[in-house]
């Protein structure tokens, strides 16, 4: 297991990464400047790539928690599962979704802030 602060150096190694492969992109064609007919590099703010990509991490674990969830809900419908397997079920949710919240707190995150908008297809995550 990755301790602390292996674990931020790490995040930080891929952000600052991140970061260089965008200002590599060619912006679009309506982001020319000055008229010179060359494509500007794509503007982006250093001091938040981390926090979206820890956004984008924690959006992919939710989405994937609540699939969990309704998974496990239906196999407890359908009888499918024995009374020792829903309890240690229910455990992991409730524990996967207090480390969600945390994790969320930790990054100035709510959870609310993790869901995307997919114009008309709706929301992606559900809500509760």
Do not use: Y
């Not at 965008?22 to 794509?42: I, K, S």
């Not at 699939?67 to 020792?84: G, I, K, N, S």
């Amino acid at each position: 297991m990755t301790s602390a602060p292996e674990g931020r150096a790490r995040l930080e190694e891929v952000a600052q990464a991140a970061a260089r492969a965008f200002d590599l992109l060619p912006a679009g064609p309506d982001d020319r400047g000055g008229g010179t007919g060359v494509a500007q590099r794509l503007k982006t703010d250093p001091d938040t790539v981390e926090r979206d990509l820890m956004k984008l991490v924690l959006t992919i674990v939710e989405l994937l928690r609540q699939l969990m969830e309704r998974t496990a809900l239906h196999r407890v419908d359908q009888e499918d599962l024995t009374a020792e397997q829903e309890e240690r079920i229910g455990l992991t949710l409730m524990t996967l979704q207090d480390r969600m919240a945390e994790l969320c707190d930790t990054h100035g995150l709510k959870l609310e802030d993790l869901n995307l908008d997919l114009g008309p297809l709706g929301s992606l995550l559900p809500q509760p």
